[in-house]
C-alpha cells in the first residue's frame, strides 16, 4: 500500500532543501573567499618586504687605485706585523685615493664632502685583505671598495634628488662626483656578499646576519637539548605511568596554563633566577636556550602527549603481552609510532621559539655585538632582535637590510617546515 505525501509537505521539504543548499553554498563561498584574502594579505604582505628587502642583496662599490709602500710592515718572517698595521693610517690610503679622482677638491670642506663617499669601514677593510695578503704590498692595487649607505642608496633610487640639498644626505657637489664617476665606469654594484659573512654594523653598508643568525641556531640547539627528551619523557609519564589523582590533575592544569603566559614573564623568570641567581653570563645564547625551553616546554609536552594518545592501544597490549615491560612498551613500540606528530609539535615550538624577541630582551640579548659568537656563553643577539634593532634605524639602508632578514627567517621557517613533513613521512613509512 502505498502512502501518498501531501502536496503541502512536499513544498515545505523542496523549500527546506533549497534553504539547506543555500546555506551550504554560502558557507563555501564564505570559506573559499576567506582563504582568498588570507592568501592576498599573505602575498601583499610578502611581496612588500620583497620590494624593500631585495635591494640590499645588492651593494655600490667605488674602483679606486691604492699604494702601500711601507715595507717596515713586513717582519722577519715575511708577514705583516700586526703593530705596525695597527699604526699605519689605512683610511688615510683610501681616502687620498679617492682624491686622487678629484684633484680640483683642495679645500678642506670639499676633501671633507668627498670622503664621505666611501664607507667608514672602507680602511678597515683594505687592511683586513692586506694582513691576509702580504705579497700585495709595495705595488699599485686596483680595489673596489664599498661605498657609504648614502651613495648606495642615491645610485638605487631610493633618495629624492628633487628637493633641495639642505633637506637630504648628498650636496649637489657630491651628486655631481658620484654622477662623474658612475660615467667613467668606476661605480659598480655587487652582491652583497658582507650580509651573509659579518656581524652587525654601526655602518649599514657593512652590517650583516651571520652574528644573529649564529646566535638564533645556538640558543636554538641549547633549547632542542634540553626540552625535547624532557618533554617526551614528561609525556609518557603522565600517559602511562602518573596515577590519576590531584597531584597528576594539578600537574596537568599547570601545563595547559603554562601554554599559553606570555613570553615576556619567561623571560622575567630568567632574568631573576638564570641571571641574577645564578650568575649566568648576560647576552649568552646559553641563557637565551634555557629561557626559550621554559617557554616551549609546554606547547611540546601537549603535542607529545596527543601524538602518543593517537597510537592505538593495541600496539602497547601486544608489546606488554609478548613480555615487553611498561618501559620497553612505551619507548620500544609507542613512541616510534608516534614520533611523527612529536615531530610535528616540536617545529610548533621551534618556529614559536625562533620568532620571539620578548624574553630575551630581557636576558640582555638586545646588545651591539660585532662578532660572530663561537660558543653558546659569547655575547650574541638573534634574528628577531637584530630585526627589531635595524628597523628602529634611521637610515633607510638598515630598513631594507630589516626586510631582507625578515625573508630569510621566513625562508629558513618554511625550511623547517619541510624538513619536517619529510620526517613525518619517513617515520610513517617505516611505521
Request: hydrophobic share 50%; glycine share 6%.
Amino acid at each position: 500500500m502505498e502512502t501518498k505525501i501531501s502536496p503541502r509537505y512536499t513544498d515545505m521539504i523542496t523549500r527546506s532543501l533549497k534553504r539547506r543548499h543555500r546555506k551550504e553554498t554560502c558557507l563555501r563561498f564564505f570559506g573559499l573567499t576567506s582563504i582568498l584574502f588570507g592568501l592576498a594579505f599573505l602575498v601583499i604582505l610578502l611581496g612588500n618586504i620583497a620590494n624593500n628587502g631585495l635591494s640590499a642583496l645588492l651593494q655600490t662599490y667605488v674602483e679606486l687605485e691604492v699604494t702601500v709602500p711601507d715595507s717596515a710592515l713586513l717582519d722577519a718572517e715575511g708577514k705583516v706585523s700586526e703593530e705596525v698595521a695597527f699604526d699605519t693610517n689605512w683610511d688615510g690610503l683610501v681616502k687620498k685615493g679617492l682624491r686622487a679622482k678629484f684633484p680640483d677638491a683642495s679645500g678642506m670642506r670639499e676633501r671633507r664632502a668627498l670622503d664621505q663617499l666611501v664607507s667608514a669601514n672602507a680602511g678597515f677593510d683594505f687592511k683586513t685583505r692586506i694582513l691576509h695578503n702580504p705579497e700585495l704590498l709595495n705595488q699599485p692595487l686596483t680595489v673596489w671598495f664599498k661605498t657609504s649607505d648614502e651613495v648606495d642608496q642615491y645610485v638605487k633610487g631610493n633618495m629624492n634628488v628633487s628637493v633641495d640639498e639642505s633637506q637630504r644626505r648628498l650636496s649637489d657637489q657630491q651628486l655631481a662626483w658620484i654622477d662623474e664617476l658612475a660615467a667613467s665606469g668606476l661605480l659598480e654594484r655587487r652582491f652583497n656578499t658582507s650580509f651573509f659573512t659579518q656581524a652587525d654594523s654601526r655602518e649599514p653598508e657593512s652590517a650583516g646576519i651571520l652574528g644573529a643568525a649564529m646566535g638564533s641556531a645556538m640558543a636554538i640547539l641549547v633549547m632542542l637539548v634540553l626540552t625535547l627528551p624532557l618533554a617526551v619523557m614528561s609525556a609518557i609519564y603522565l600517559e602511562y605511568f602518573a596515577k590519576p589523582g590531584r597531584v597528576t590533575d594539578f600537574i596537568e592544569v599547570n601545563i595547559n596554563n603554562l601554554a599559553a603566559v606570555p613570553s615576556i614573564v619567561f623571560g622575567l623568570l630568567g632574568l631573576a633566577v638564570f641571571l641574577n641567581f645564578f650568575q649566568m653570563p648576560r647576552s649568552a645564547p646559553l641563557v637565551g636556550g634555557m629561557v626559550l625551553s621554559l617557554m616551549t616546554l609546554p606547547t611540546i609536552i601537549i603535542a607529545s602527549r596527543a601524538a602518543i594518545r593517537a597510537v592505538p592501544s593495541s600496539i602497547r597490549d601486544a608489546a606488554l603481552g609478548l613480555g615487553a615491560s611498561n618501559m620497553q612498551a612505551a619507548l620500544d613500540h609507542v613512541l616510534p609510532m608516534a614520533m611523527p606528530g612529536v615531530l610535528t609539535g616540536t617545529i610548533i615550538g621551534v618556529a614559536q621559539a625562533l620568532g620571539e624577541s620578548a624574553p630575551l630582551l630581557m636576558i640582555g640579548m638586545v646588545a651591539f655585538i660585532v662578532d660572530v659568537p663561537t660558543t653558546v656563553t659569547d655575547p650574541a643577539t638573534v634574528m628577531p632582535v637584530q630585526i627589531f634593532i635595524w628597523s628602529n634605524s634611521a637610515e633607510r639602508a638598515f630598513y631594507e637590510k630589516a626586510s631582507l632578514a625578515i625573508l630569510f627567517l621566513v625562508l629558513f621557517l618554511i625550511v623547517m617546515n619541510l624538513t619536517a613533513v619529510l620526517l613525518r613521512r619517513h617515520f610513517e613509512r617505516h611505521h
